[in-house]
């Protein structure tokens, strides 16, 4: 088996195994990808009853144009 290349080398001081475990640690956490988080589930029930897109305007003849389609 060929002598691999190392990822990271340290070139200077004297680490100990406590200080390189810690480098490693962060070297991995840094490179893994984020999970993201989940959207919240909105219920089919509460989605109903607000139309997509519909805005709701105050103004003159809003109560009439409430009732119209959309």
């Known amino acids: 088996m060929p002598a691999e290349e190392p990822l990271f080398r340290i070139v200077r001081g004297v680490p ?15 490179t893994r990808p984020a999970t993201a988080a989940a959207p919240a589930a909105v219920s089919h029930w509460a989605r109903s009853a ?4 519909a805005a709701l305007v105050a103004g003159p003849g809003a109560w009439r144009a409430s009732g119209l389609p959309r």
Do not use: K
């Open 16 to 30: 100990t195994a406590e200080e390189v475990a810690a480098l490693v640690g962060a070297i991995v956490a840094r």
């Open 50 to 53: 607000r139309p997509a897109g």
